[in-house]
């Protein structure tokens, strides 16, 4: 699980990065990083207890191997087309 996971959440977490660097100039610029600690903390926690309940035969290795890893890729295209949408939004009142 851990050859699999650990590849798959560093390009999850690289990618996680393109929408958190947009700041909002009248926003605190903190509020990010925050959000991208917790989001890390709470996507490794998630790997390991997918990985226990593998190792224990709670879950199957075939959904315990993607399942975490396609809630943090449908987080990541929410905050893509959120971004997207802001950005167009800006844009339409220049």
């Not at 650990?6 to 660097?21: C, G, H, K, V, Y």
């Not at 998630?46 to 809630?71: D, E, N, P």
Request: proline share 3%; hydrophobic share 60%.
């Amino acid at each position: 699980m851990w050859r699999i996971g650990l590849p798959l959440s560093a390009l999850n977490l690289a990618l996680l990065a393109i929408p958190l660097s947009f700041v909002n100039p009248r926003a605190s610029r903190s509020a990010n990083l925050v959000f991208a600690l917790l989001t890390y903390m709470a996507y490794s926690n998630l790997i390991s207890v997918s990985q226990a309940w593998v190792s224990q035969g709670k879950i199957s290795f075939h959904i315990g191997w993607w399942a975490v890893h396609l809630v943090m890729l449908l987080l990541l295209l929410a905050m893509f087309y959120r971004r997207m949408r802001v950005r167009s939004a800006l844009r339409r009142g220049l």
